[in-house]
């Protein structure tokens, strides 16, 4: 059933739509290590990089007005954008993501704590730059390590994509066994 809510959506309003009977699915795009640590009750995991490879299939099972959720509002709009090329018309953003969610007082489902995929980015980033500058006094040439991630972020925040985050996301401490395209199917399909 298609609504004439806005595709940008704050938490009042989402939690007002969640108590109608034409409630949408919430879809959260955060890697599966994200997601563990804190979700709102009632979401799907499907993480942006398995939605961004299997969006027709999951286009498919997707007959109801879709929320995307992730963290501050970002990944959730690249999600909008990969479905919304894929055909799927009745999609919305949850405008702050599970950030404003959480301060707003909504119910969170907690799991166990990891880091968020951003705090991870910004860890080995600065790492990288700090590795390089110290290095740089015995060899002068690993200045150029710094100077690389400097301009990796960049080049990030002009794309608006994060080529480290996506390779991050792809590490074992993000994933988790359970959230494959075929669990996430049978999962809409309840």
């Known amino acids: 059933m298609t609504t004439t809510m806005p595709s940008r959506l704050d938490v009042a309003t989402l939690r007002e739509w969640q108590a109608q009977p034409d409630a949408p699915r ?7 290590a994200e997601f563990g640590t804190a979700h709102i009750p009632g ?11 299997h969006r027709d299939e999951l286009r498919q099972h997707l007959d109801q007005d879709v929320v995307l959720v992730c963290r501050s509002g970002h990944r ?3 999600a909008e954008s990969l479905l919304a090329a ?14 404003a969610w959480e301060k707003a007082g ?6 166990t704590q ?5 705090r991870q980015v910004r860890l080995v ?21 710094s100077a690389a991630i400097g301009g990796g972020l960049v080049g990030a925040a002009l794309t608006d994509s994060c080529l480290m985050g996506s390779l991050l996301a792809k590490l074992p401490y993000n994933k988790d066994a359970s959230c494959d395209l075929q669990t996430v199917l049978r999962e809409l399909s309840d």
């Open 26 to 32: 919430l879809l959260d795009v955060r890697t599966p």
């Open 43 to 53: 979401s799907y995991n499907v993480p942006l990089e398995l939605l961004r490879e």
């Open 76 to 78: 959730a709009g690249q």
């Open 86 to 99: 894929a055909g799927l018309p009745t999609l919305h953003v949850l405008e702050g993501g599970v950030v």
């Open 106 to 111: 909504a119910p969170l489902r907690r799991g």
């Open 114 to 118: 990891k880091w968020a995929l951003e």
């Open 125 to 145: 980033a600065g790492g990288l730059v700090l590795t390089g500058i110290l290095a740089s006094v015995v060899a002068p040439g690993a200045k150029w390590l």
